[in-house]
Structure formats: structure tokens, C-alpha cells
């Protein structure tokens, strides 16, 4: 996820927020950083203050889409007027929420629009007998609840909307953590391992494999 907002205190607040909810974020403060960086990473999702120095957020919005990207984008704004609704929706906004406002408001819109863009993510994803609530963010193996912290729980759950399909550091990187990631780091080879002990040991069905040279998959094969 993109956030761009230039007030530090609201970024650093909302940021730390969502990765307490297991998203990946990453943080603009201007409209010239926002549209690099949407030019150079492939995010889920974008958050845009309307507000911004050198362009504003419907500028920002602008130029995402006339890249032809169509990932979902929220718009922030502190001003709750018809016609600045009315501009961020025409220029392709998808959602438009108004400061100040409720955290649990911003995660429930978000959710929301994931669930509608292109790559729907479903409410529940199952594999086997494990099965993933992407609703309350809660795992279950064989019927019993899993506890995992949040980026565990971001891990798995990419792995499991690419269920089947062998997916690759650098992949991963991108959408479970963020471009300040050190490629050189084990860190999601330590995850996997963590990952495997929590959801694999001591049943008969692995389901996180990997694929040396390649990346991890999972499936029940």
C-alpha cells in the first residue's frame, strides 16, 4: 500500500496503525514522491491525502490513472464539501473519507475496496483444512485457531491468495513488507520457518513447500 499524506504525525500514526493490521506500507509526503513511487511498485491499494505540496491528492489520482493503473484508490480530505468529492470520484477516486475520522472506519473502507478491485479478495480462503479469514484476519488449522502476529499473518495470507503458484522473494517483499526491505536480509526465510513450525508441524499434510531457487508455494500437494 501507498500512503501519502505530509502531515508526519497523521503518516506516522495511520502507518503504524495498518502495519499493526498486517498491511505493507509505504509512506509519500508530496505529490511528485507519490507518483514516482506508484510508477515504480506494483501496491494493492493507495491512500491519498487531498491536500499535498507540488501536486495535490486529485492530481496524484490523476496521473496514477492515466498510467492505466486501476488499483483501488481512497481519498482523504479535510474538507467535506459535494463538489471536492464529487472532483476525486470523476478523476477515478474509488472511496473519499473525511479527517478527522475513526481508524476503524479507514481499516473497514479499505477491506472494502480490496474486496471490489480486480484481484477480489474473498472473505474466507481455504486450503486443505487450513482456512483464513481475511475479514478478522484470523487463522484456523484442522479447526483450531492459529495465533500469529501481524506480519505472519500478511505472509500466509499472500501465499494463500496465490495458492498454487510459486512466488518469489522479491514478490513477497514488495506486498508483505516494503521497498526499504533488504533483499540481502533471511528475513522471510525466518518467517517460512516460523510459519511451518505454526501451521505444518504435526500434521500429515505440508502445506508450505519450497522451491529451491524459485520462491514458496502453497498448496496440499
Known amino acids: 500500500m501507498l500512503l501519502v499524506e505530509d502531515d508526519h504525525r497523521i503518516a506516522s500514526f495511520i502507518a503504524k496503525g495498518l502495519r499493526e493490521n498486517a498491511y505493507a506500507v509505504d509512506v509519500a509526503d508530496d505529490g511528485d514522491e507519490a507518483t514516482y513511487m506508484a510508477s515504480i511498485n506494483p501496491y494493492d491499494i493507495f491512500v491519498l491525502d487531498v491536500n499535498l505540496p507540488n501536486k495535490n491528492g486529485f492530481e496524484v489520482c490523476a496521473e496514477i490513472r492515466q498510467e492505466g493503473n486501476a488499483k483501488p484508490i481512497l481519498m482523504l480530505t479535510a474538507r467535506d464539501t459535494i463538489d471536492d468529492r464529487v472532483s476525486g470520484l470523476d478523476i477515478g477516486a474509488d472511496d ?49 485457531a492459529v495465533d500469529l502476529t501481524a506480519k505472519e499473518y500478511s505472509l500466509i495470507e499472500f501465499l494463500a491468495l496465490n495458492k498454487g503458484r510459486v512466488v518469489g522473494r522479491e514478490e513477497i517483499s514488495e506486498h508483505v513488507w516494503n521497498e526499504t526491505f533488504d533483499p540481502f536480509s533471511n528475513l522471510i526465510e525466518v518467517y517460512i520457518k516460523r510459519l511451518r513450525k505454526k501451521l505444518d508441524d504435526g500434521h500429515p499434510v505440508q502445506l508450505i513447500h519450497t522451491r529451491r531457487g524459485a520462491g514458496y508455494i502453497l498448496n496440499d500437494v
Open 96 to 144: 473519499y473519507l473525511v479527517k478527522p475520522f475513526e481508524f476503524r472506519e479507514l481499516l473497514a473502507r479499505l477491506r472494502a475496496l480490496l474486496r471490489r478491485s480486480s484481484e477480489i479478495r474473498a472473505p474466507k480462503i481455504s486450503i486443505s483444512d487450513l482456512e483464513i479469514d481475511t475479514i478478522s484476519q484470523t487463522v484456523k488449522r484442522a479447526g483450531n
